[in-house]
């Protein structure tokens, strides 16, 4: 939405800093999408996408980028840009369901956004079918607002779609693993910061857990190939000691990482220098 208002507001209050929030790179999500689907058209909308952007940065003070990988992104595309990490920020809400009273898998997405769309199809139809060689009598459970329909044919006695659900704190605290197997996408990935600020174990891939800082097999379990995702899927659900070792690290990167201090913080030293510096008066 700032490429509709950026030149207005530069016009019209010239000595008005101006911060351009990414949330994450389109170009960069656009452009992994476009090669996922081999698809010629989505080259043509992440090269619109970079223009875009590029353009918002270099005529912004500040550019906010949610992961050092992004700011590294961004400057190797225009090393005059002032980029600056603000990431997602999320509470800690400490489990009170022990291991062994969890059952069931779970993944939170909204539907509006491809890569959901993408990652549940590819769960459902290439890794499930391996974990449930080895897990019988589990769910999964998918929720997130406005399904497409290839997601609501998915439905059925051990697959439930539930649409848009309010408060899903309550599967935080009833199912044993959250997975994202996500194939593109950018930025860093708030549904697996989620989970892990409710100490529920995540199993991801390699896109899923960029800009996280997750290790793997210390914040989480991280896999690209299908069998190798099941395989993981399948050894923390059954393996409590694993189980509790993610819980307790994943709620500790949470408060490294992307508590509400660290973004007070890091906005409150922007501010500051923003509030202090008239450089930008010339622009």
Same mark, same amino acid.
């Given at each position: 939405?700032? *490429?509709?208002?950026?030149?207005?507001?530069?016009?019209?209050?010239? &000595?008005?800093?101006?911060?351009?929030? =990414?949330?994450?790179?389109?170009?960069?999500?656009?452009?992994?999408?476009?090669?996922?689907?081999?698809?010629?058209?989505?080259?043509?909308?992440?090269?619109?996408?970079?223009? =875009?952007?590029?353009?918002?940065?270099?005529?912004?003070?500040? =550019? +906010?980028?949610?992961?050092?990988?992004?700011?590294?992104?961004?400057?190797?595309?225009?090393?005059?840009?002032?980029?600056?990490?603000?990431?997602?920020?999320?509470n800690i809400t400490m489990p009170e369901t022990p291991f062994s009273k969890r059952k069931d898998i779970l993944f939170v997405g909204g539907f509006e956004h491809p890569p959901n769309t993408d990652a549940v199809l590819f769960l459902v139809n290439e890794i499930m079918p391996l974990v449930k060689r080895r897990l019988f009598g589990i769910?999964?459970?998918?929720?997130?607002?406005?399904?497409?329909?290839? %997601?609501?044919?998915?439905?059925?006695?051990?697959?439930?779609?539930?649409?848009?659900?309010?408060?899903?704190?309550?599967?935080?605290?009833?199912?044993?693993?959250?997975?994202?197997? /996500?194939?593109?996408?950018?930025?860093?990935?708030?549904?697996?910061?989620?989970?892990?600020?409710?100490?529920?174990? %995540?199993?991801?891939?390699?896109?899923?857990?960029?800009?996280?800082?997750?290790?793997?097999?210390?914040?989480?379990? *991280?896999?690209?190939?299908? =069998?190798?995702?099941?395989?993981?899927?399948?050894?923390?659900?059954?393996?409590?000691?694993?189980?509790?070792? /993610?819980?307790?690290?994943?709620?500790?990167?949470? &408060?490294?990482? +992307?508590?509400?201090?660290?973004?007070?913080?890091?906005?409150?030293?922007?501010?500051?220098? /923003?509030?202090?510096?008239?450089?930008?008066?010339?622009?």
């Amino acid at each position: 939405i700032a *490429i509709k208002y950026i030149n207005f507001i530069k016009r019209q209050c010239p &000595r008005t800093a101006i911060i351009y929030d =990414t949330v994450d790179l389109s170009f960069v999500r656009e452009m992994r999408r476009a090669y996922i689907q081999k698809n010629k058209d989505i080259f043509l909308v992440a090269e619109n996408c970079r223009r =875009t952007e590029l353009y918002l940065a270099k005529n912004s003070d500040v =550019t +906010f980028v949610v992961s050092s990988e992004e700011k590294k992104i961004l400057l190797e595309e225009d090393s005059s840009l002032r980029v600056e990490v603000v990431s997602n920020v999320h509470n800690i809400t400490m489990p009170e369901t022990p291991f062994s009273k969890r059952k069931d898998i779970l993944f939170v997405g909204g539907f509006e956004h491809p890569p959901n769309t993408d990652a549940v199809l590819f769960l459902v139809n290439e890794i499930m079918p391996l974990v449930k060689r080895r897990l019988f009598g589990i769910c999964l459970y998918i929720i997130g607002h406005n399904p497409p329909e290839d %997601v609501v044919r998915l439905n059925s006695k051990d697959v439930i779609v539930t649409g848009y659900i309010q408060d899903i704190t309550p599967y935080f605290e009833r199912c044993r693993v959250f997975v994202a197997p /996500l194939r593109f996408g950018a930025g860093v990935k708030g549904k697996i910061n989620q989970s892990m600020s409710h100490g529920l174990p %995540v199993v991801t891939t390699s896109i899923g857990a960029e800009g996280i800082g997750l290790i793997n097999n210390l914040d989480a379990l *991280i896999a690209d190939e299908p =069998t190798d995702f099941a395989e993981k899927v399948v050894s923390v659900y059954l393996d409590e000691d694993l189980w509790n070792k /993610l819980s307790i690290n994943s709620i500790e990167n949470v &408060r490294r990482h +992307f508590s509400p201090d660290v973004a007070r913080q890091k906005i409150k030293s922007v501010m500051d220098e /923003l509030t202090f510096n008239d450089s930008h008066v010339e622009k």
